[in-house]
Protein backbone atom coordinates (compact mmCIF):
# COMPACT_ATOMS: atom_id res chain seq x y z
CA UNK A 1 0.00 0.00 0.00
CA UNK A 2 1.19 3.53 -0.86
CA UNK A 3 1.46 6.28 1.33
CA UNK A 4 1.53 10.00 1.10
CA UNK A 5 4.03 11.98 3.10
CA UNK A 6 4.18 15.61 4.12
CA UNK A 7 7.95 16.54 4.97
CA UNK A 8 9.21 19.85 5.36
CA UNK A 9 12.57 21.07 4.15
CA UNK A 10 13.51 18.79 0.96
CA UNK A 11 15.77 20.93 -0.93
CA UNK A 12 18.80 19.49 0.76
CA UNK A 13 19.97 17.57 3.58
CA UNK A 14 17.96 14.70 5.34
CA UNK A 15 14.49 16.18 4.23
CA UNK A 16 16.05 15.08 0.40
CA UNK A 17 16.72 12.15 1.55
CA UNK A 18 14.09 11.29 3.12
CA UNK A 19 11.77 11.84 0.20
CA UNK A 20 13.81 10.52 -1.78
CA UNK A 21 13.62 7.54 -0.31
CA UNK A 22 10.18 7.67 -0.11
CA UNK A 23 9.29 8.38 -3.59
CA UNK A 24 11.98 4.77 -4.38
CA UNK A 25 9.10 3.07 -2.66
CA UNK A 26 6.75 4.00 -4.55
CA UNK A 27 4.90 6.42 -1.98
CA UNK A 28 3.63 9.82 -2.61
CA UNK A 29 5.54 12.79 -1.35
CA UNK A 30 4.64 16.47 -0.68
CA UNK A 31 7.48 18.44 0.39
CA UNK A 32 8.12 21.88 1.05
CA UNK A 33 10.24 24.62 0.03
CA UNK A 34 11.09 28.20 0.39
CA UNK A 35 11.98 28.78 -3.72
CA UNK A 36 9.73 28.44 -6.44
CA UNK A 37 12.61 26.98 -8.42
CA UNK A 38 13.19 24.36 -5.89
CA UNK A 39 9.47 23.72 -5.73
CA UNK A 40 10.25 22.91 -9.46
CA UNK A 41 13.03 20.71 -9.41
CA UNK A 42 11.62 19.23 -6.77
CA UNK A 43 8.81 18.18 -9.00
CA UNK A 44 10.66 17.11 -11.36
CA UNK A 45 11.82 14.41 -9.47
CA UNK A 46 8.78 12.16 -11.27
CA UNK A 47 4.30 12.34 -10.90
CA UNK A 48 4.26 11.24 -7.23
CA UNK A 49 6.70 14.24 -6.31
CA UNK A 50 4.91 17.51 -5.39
CA UNK A 51 6.47 20.65 -4.13
CA UNK A 52 5.20 23.48 -2.18
CA UNK A 53 6.78 26.68 -1.29
CA UNK A 54 6.34 27.39 2.23
CA UNK A 55 8.64 28.84 4.88
CA UNK A 56 7.22 26.79 8.32
CA UNK A 57 7.44 30.20 9.27
CA UNK A 58 4.53 30.98 7.56
CA UNK A 59 1.31 30.00 9.06
CA UNK A 60 -0.48 30.95 6.60
CA UNK A 61 1.57 29.24 3.78
CA UNK A 62 2.03 25.89 6.08
CA UNK A 63 -1.61 25.80 6.05
CA UNK A 64 -2.08 26.17 2.73
CA UNK A 65 0.18 23.53 1.56
CA UNK A 66 -0.62 20.61 4.12
CA UNK A 67 -4.10 21.66 2.68
CA UNK A 68 -2.46 21.07 -0.99
CA UNK A 69 -1.25 17.47 0.72
CA UNK A 70 -4.22 16.30 1.64
CA UNK A 71 -5.90 16.98 -1.55
CA UNK A 72 -3.28 14.69 -2.93
CA UNK A 73 -5.01 11.22 -1.67
CA UNK A 74 -6.85 10.62 0.97
CA UNK A 75 -4.91 12.40 3.46
CA UNK A 76 -1.34 12.55 4.87
CA UNK A 77 -0.10 9.53 6.06
CA UNK A 78 3.34 10.52 7.63
CA UNK A 79 4.32 13.73 8.49
CA UNK A 80 8.16 14.59 9.05
CA UNK A 81 8.94 17.74 10.68
CA UNK A 82 12.24 18.22 9.20
CA UNK A 83 13.05 22.18 8.33
CA UNK A 84 15.04 24.30 10.34
CA UNK A 85 18.29 25.53 10.88
CA UNK A 86 21.04 25.70 13.49
CA UNK A 87 22.95 28.33 15.47
CA UNK A 88 26.07 29.27 17.55
CA UNK A 89 27.29 31.38 20.15
CA UNK A 90 27.50 31.29 23.81
CA UNK A 91 23.93 32.01 25.29
CA UNK A 92 25.17 35.84 26.34
CA UNK A 93 26.24 36.74 22.85
CA UNK A 94 22.51 35.13 21.06
CA UNK A 95 20.36 38.43 21.08
CA UNK A 96 16.25 37.78 21.66
CA UNK A 97 15.99 38.57 17.74
CA UNK A 98 18.36 35.94 17.11
CA UNK A 99 16.93 33.54 20.15
CA UNK A 100 13.20 34.41 18.89
CA UNK A 101 14.18 33.78 15.09
CA UNK A 102 15.72 30.35 16.06
CA UNK A 103 12.90 28.98 17.67
CA UNK A 104 10.28 30.18 14.87
CA UNK A 105 11.68 28.15 12.69
CA UNK A 106 12.65 25.43 15.05
CA UNK A 107 9.96 25.63 17.64
CA UNK A 108 6.61 27.26 16.08
CA UNK A 109 7.31 26.26 12.94
CA UNK A 110 7.00 22.37 13.74
CA UNK A 111 3.82 23.48 16.12
CA UNK A 112 2.36 25.76 12.89
CA UNK A 113 2.81 22.49 10.57
CA UNK A 114 0.88 20.01 13.44
CA UNK A 115 -1.70 22.35 14.03
CA UNK A 116 -2.48 22.61 10.16
CA UNK A 117 -2.04 18.61 9.84
CA UNK A 118 -3.96 17.54 13.36
CA UNK A 119 -7.28 17.84 12.32
CA UNK A 120 -7.02 15.54 9.23
CA UNK A 121 -4.85 12.77 11.43
CA UNK A 122 -7.68 13.10 13.99
CA UNK A 123 -10.59 12.22 11.12
CA UNK A 124 -8.97 9.57 10.04
CA UNK A 125 -7.76 7.76 13.44
CA UNK A 126 -4.54 7.59 11.78
CA UNK A 127 -1.23 8.98 11.06
CA UNK A 128 2.70 9.11 11.74
CA UNK A 129 4.28 12.17 13.25
CA UNK A 130 8.23 12.55 12.93
CA UNK A 131 9.87 15.48 14.42
CA UNK A 132 13.55 15.59 13.34
CA UNK A 133 15.06 16.77 16.31
CA UNK A 134 18.89 16.23 17.53
CA UNK A 135 21.15 14.43 19.54
CA UNK A 136 21.54 18.32 20.86
CA UNK A 137 18.22 18.32 22.35
CA UNK A 138 18.86 15.80 24.85
CA UNK A 139 22.82 16.62 25.39
CA UNK A 140 23.27 20.07 24.75
CA UNK A 141 27.06 21.87 24.24
CA UNK A 142 28.82 24.86 24.85
CA UNK A 143 28.42 27.30 21.87
CA UNK A 144 24.78 25.99 20.82
CA UNK A 145 22.32 26.71 24.03
CA UNK A 146 19.95 28.61 21.85
CA UNK A 147 19.81 25.85 19.33
CA UNK A 148 20.20 23.04 22.01
CA UNK A 149 17.32 24.72 23.68
CA UNK A 150 14.79 24.70 20.79
CA UNK A 151 15.28 21.07 20.07
CA UNK A 152 14.80 20.44 23.47
CA UNK A 153 11.56 22.36 22.97
CA UNK A 154 10.55 19.96 20.36
CA UNK A 155 11.15 17.04 21.92
CA UNK A 156 9.03 18.05 25.07
CA UNK A 157 6.67 18.89 22.37
CA UNK A 158 6.75 15.58 20.79
CA UNK A 159 6.07 13.60 24.07
CA UNK A 160 3.48 15.58 25.66
CA UNK A 161 1.73 15.08 22.10
CA UNK A 162 2.65 11.41 21.48
CA UNK A 163 0.59 11.11 25.27
CA UNK A 164 -2.60 13.77 23.83
CA UNK A 165 -3.34 11.08 20.22
CA UNK A 166 -2.39 8.15 21.27
CA UNK A 167 -6.14 6.39 22.28
CA UNK A 168 -6.81 8.38 18.25
CA UNK A 169 -4.32 5.72 16.94
CA UNK A 170 -1.82 8.62 15.75
CA UNK A 171 1.98 7.74 16.69
CA UNK A 172 4.62 10.15 17.39
CA UNK A 173 8.33 9.46 17.06
CA UNK A 174 11.37 12.20 17.53
CA UNK A 175 13.85 11.21 15.54
CA UNK A 176 17.72 12.65 17.07
CA UNK A 177 20.63 12.71 14.40
CA UNK A 178 23.86 13.14 15.44
CA UNK A 179 26.57 14.32 12.96
CA UNK A 180 24.83 13.56 9.33
CA UNK A 181 27.27 14.64 5.69
CA UNK A 182 24.65 17.39 5.26
CA UNK A 183 24.96 21.27 4.52
CA UNK A 184 24.22 21.46 8.06
CA UNK A 185 27.52 23.36 9.13
CA UNK A 186 26.68 25.31 5.86
CA UNK A 187 23.97 27.48 4.20
CA UNK A 188 21.86 25.74 7.44
CA UNK A 189 24.43 27.39 10.29
CA UNK A 190 24.23 31.19 11.44
CA UNK A 191 26.34 32.63 13.86
CA UNK A 192 25.45 34.79 16.52
CA UNK A 193 26.12 38.57 15.62
CA UNK A 194 27.89 39.46 19.30
CA UNK A 195 31.00 37.89 20.12
CA UNK A 196 32.77 38.42 24.03
CA UNK A 197 36.56 37.38 24.36
CA UNK A 198 35.91 35.62 27.60
CA UNK A 199 34.57 32.89 25.41
CA UNK A 200 36.75 32.03 23.28
CA UNK A 201 37.79 28.70 24.93
CA UNK A 202 34.17 27.26 25.53
CA UNK A 203 31.58 28.31 23.15
CA UNK A 204 33.72 29.76 20.18
CA UNK A 205 34.95 26.37 20.25
CA UNK A 206 31.51 25.19 18.62
CA UNK A 207 31.70 26.62 14.70
CA UNK A 208 35.47 25.88 14.80
CA UNK A 209 34.14 21.98 15.24
CA UNK A 210 31.46 22.17 13.10
CA UNK A 211 33.97 23.43 10.06
CA UNK A 212 36.80 21.47 11.04
CA UNK A 213 34.39 17.98 10.71
CA UNK A 214 32.46 19.18 7.86
CA UNK A 215 32.20 17.13 5.42
CA UNK A 216 33.38 14.55 7.47
CA UNK A 217 30.48 13.67 9.54
CA UNK A 218 29.75 10.02 10.41
CA UNK A 219 25.98 9.99 9.62
CA UNK A 220 25.20 9.14 5.71
CA UNK A 221 21.78 11.07 5.01
CA UNK A 222 20.75 8.25 2.91
CA UNK A 223 21.43 5.57 5.26
CA UNK A 224 19.37 7.76 8.20
CA UNK A 225 16.46 8.53 5.51
CA UNK A 226 16.23 4.39 4.93
CA UNK A 227 16.24 4.28 8.67
CA UNK A 228 13.14 6.31 8.97
CA UNK A 229 11.26 4.89 6.31
CA UNK A 230 11.93 1.25 8.32
CA UNK A 231 10.12 2.81 11.86
CA UNK A 232 7.54 4.47 10.03
CA UNK A 233 4.03 3.87 10.14
CA UNK A 234 5.40 1.26 11.89
CA UNK A 235 2.45 -0.11 14.97
CA UNK A 236 5.73 -0.60 17.07
CA UNK A 237 7.41 2.83 15.97
CA UNK A 238 9.51 4.55 18.74
CA UNK A 239 9.23 7.23 20.59
CA UNK A 240 12.73 8.02 20.77
CA UNK A 241 14.98 7.23 17.61
CA UNK A 242 18.67 8.00 18.20
CA UNK A 243 20.43 7.90 14.78
CA UNK A 244 24.21 7.54 14.60
CA UNK A 245 26.76 6.34 16.68
CA UNK A 246 28.21 10.07 18.38
CA UNK A 247 24.22 10.35 19.18
CA UNK A 248 23.80 7.34 20.84
CA UNK A 249 27.53 8.23 22.96
CA UNK A 250 25.88 11.28 23.74
CA UNK A 251 22.92 10.31 24.91
CA UNK A 252 23.92 7.77 26.69
CA UNK A 253 26.93 9.38 28.84
CA UNK A 254 23.70 12.35 29.16
CA UNK A 255 21.37 9.59 30.85
CA UNK A 256 24.02 8.35 33.05
CA UNK A 257 25.17 12.00 34.30
CA UNK A 258 21.68 12.10 35.22
CA UNK A 259 21.12 9.32 36.66
CA UNK A 260 24.34 9.53 39.26
CA UNK A 261 23.11 12.54 39.78
CA UNK A 262 19.88 12.03 40.80
CA UNK A 263 21.36 9.40 43.14
CA UNK A 264 24.15 11.38 44.79
CA UNK A 265 21.23 14.37 45.66
CA UNK A 266 18.39 11.95 46.67
CA UNK A 267 18.42 12.76 50.18
CA UNK A 268 18.34 16.12 49.43
CA UNK A 269 15.71 16.12 46.87
CA UNK A 270 13.23 13.89 49.36
CA UNK A 271 14.23 16.34 52.43
CA UNK A 272 11.41 19.19 50.94
CA UNK A 273 8.33 16.90 52.31
CA UNK A 274 6.01 17.68 54.98
CA UNK A 275 7.15 15.27 58.06
CA UNK A 276 5.13 11.76 57.72
CA UNK A 277 2.97 11.37 60.80
Not at 86 to 98: F, R
Not at 100 to 121: D, H, K, S, W
Not at 240 to 250: C, F, T
Request: glycine share 12%; proline share 4%; hydrophobic share 45%.
Amino acid sequence: MTRTWFITGVSGGLGRALALAALEAGDTVAGTVRKGPDRDAFASLGPKAHGFVADVTDETAVAAAVAGAEALSAGIDILVNNAGYGLTGAVEETSLDEARAQFEANVFGPLAVLRAAMPGMRARRSGHIINITSVSGLAAWSGTGVYCASKFALEGLGEALAQEVAPLGIKVTNVAPGGLRTDYAGRSLTRASEVIADYAQTAHMAPKLLAQYAGQESGDPARAAAAILKIAGAEDAPLHLLLGEDALHYAMRKMGQITTEIGDWAGLSTSIGFPKT
